[in-house]
């Protein structure tokens, strides 16, 4: 390797106590956690989407044109998460596990930053910052769902993440509309407020979510190794790598010697089964 793509190389993940403990946690235990701090994750992005809809922006100074300025506003927002989604089929797909949880902070971090631009420049240039807002939060689905994927249980965790559809939405526009009750903030200033009522719980399930341990060899077995996408590989090179990949998981299951290989062993003391 050269000095220069060592530079770039991800960073290896760091094994802490509570990764280990999840090594060898029964699946039930380690569904809950899983599962939990992905729901908490999910959620908390919620905080800095959906608050700025419990506000009715009836009469916004500065605001010329004949449309409905909330209208606008959520035009911009799908707009921008549209975009979003677009643009992650690439960043998703290549982000090393190691910087999805710094990939998952950094975007809600620009979410929040534009929802302070929203609460300070004039209207229209507020419509562009949703817009910048919605850009940054479409991609957070996908990183979260990549420490999710690839594992035996990897149903029962989406389940729980799915969750978050049914309670997040309501739950964080209530809290925006008791800042708005309450006096705690004006209507332009109430989405940033939300998200930063937010942010503690935000950290902490990131920071739970990379605890989980990558999927062992009987995951990568019995679902197939998931490995970050190399934009600079041609695609001839990406075909034949899956259909090799492939090839090893039907020969895993058959029984065949051909995977007992270094780094295809079971691991050491895994509870999941």
């Given at each position: 390797?050269?000095?220069?793509?060592?530079?770039?190389?991800?960073?290896?993940?760091?094994?802490?106590?509570?990764?280990?403990?999840?090594?060898?946690?029964?699946?039930?235990?380690?569904?809950?956690y899983g599962g939990?701090?992905?729901?908490?994750?999910?959620?908390?992005?919620?905080?800095?989407?959906?608050?700025?809809?419990?506000?009715?922006?009836?009469?916004?100074?500065?605001?010329?044109?004949?449309?409905?300025?909330?209208?606008?506003?959520?035009?911009?927002?799908?707009?921008?998460?549209?975009?979003?989604?677009?643009?992650?089929?690439?960043?998703?797909?290549?982000?090393?596990?190691?910087?999805?949880?710094?990939?998952?902070?950094?975007?809600?971090?620009?979410?929040?930053?534009?929802?302070?631009?929203?609460?300070?420049?004039?209207?229209?240039?507020?419509?562009?910052?949703?817009?910048?807002?919605?850009?940054?939060?479409?991609?957070?689905?996908?990183?979260?769902?990549?420490?999710?994927?690839?594992?035996?249980?990897?149903?029962?965790?989406?389940?729980?993440?799915?969750?978050?559809?049914?309670?997040?939405?309501?739950?964080v526009k209530s809290?925006?509309?008791?800042?708005?009750?309450?006096?705690?903030?004006?209507?332009?200033?109430?989405?940033?407020?939300?998200?930063?009522?937010?942010?503690?719980?935000?950290?902490?399930?990131?920071?739970?979510?990379?605890?989980?341990?990558?999927?062992?060899?009987?995951?990568?077995?019995?679902r197939t190794p998931?490995?970050?996408?190399?934009?600079?590989?041609?695609?001839?090179?990406?075909?034949?790598?899956?259909?090799?990949?492939?090839?090893?998981?039907?020969?895993?299951?058959?029984?065949?010697?051909?995977?007992?290989?270094?780094?295809?062993?079971?691991?050491?003391?895994?509870?999941?089964?």
């Amino acid at each position: 390797m050269t000095a220069v793509a060592a530079a770039f190389a991800p960073p290896p993940i760091r094994e802490g106590a509570v990764m280990r403990w999840l090594r060898t946690a029964p699946p039930t235990l380690f569904a809950l956690y899983g599962g939990l701090s992905a729901f908490l994750t999910y959620f908390a992005m919620y905080a800095y989407r959906k608050p700025f809809s419990a506000a009715g922006y009836a009469h916004v100074a500065g605001w010329p044109f004949a449309i409905d300025f909330k209208i606008t506003l959520v035009i911009a927002q799908v707009a921008g998460y549209a975009l979003s989604k677009i643009i992650g089929v690439k960043v998703v797909s290549e982000m090393p596990p190691a910087r999805r949880a710094g990939a998952i902070l950094l975007l809600i971090g620009i979410a929040e930053l534009a929802l302070l631009g929203f609460a300070v420049l004039p209207a229209i240039v507020g419509v562009a910052a949703l817009f910048l807002n919605g850009l940054a939060l479409g991609m957070i689905w996908g990183l979260v769902f990549g420490f999710l994927e690839g594992r035996r249980l990897s149903e029962v965790l989406g389940a729980m993440l799915c969750a978050t559809f049914i309670l997040s939405s309501g739950v964080v526009k209530s809290a925006g509309e008791a800042l708005l009750v309450g006096g705690w903030a004006s209507e332009r200033w109430m989405p940033a407020a939300t998200g930063l009522l937010f942010a503690p719980l935000l950290l902490a399930s990131v920071w739970a979510l990379a605890q989980l341990p990558p999927p062992d060899a009987q995951d990568e077995i019995e679902r197939t190794p998931r490995t970050p996408m190399d934009g600079a590989m041609p695609r001839s090179a990406r075909i034949a790598s899956s259909a090799s990949t492939g090839s090893r998981r039907r020969a895993a299951i058959a029984g065949s010697p051909a995977v007992l290989m270094p780094g295809s062993m079971p691991s050491r003391g895994t509870g999941r089964s």
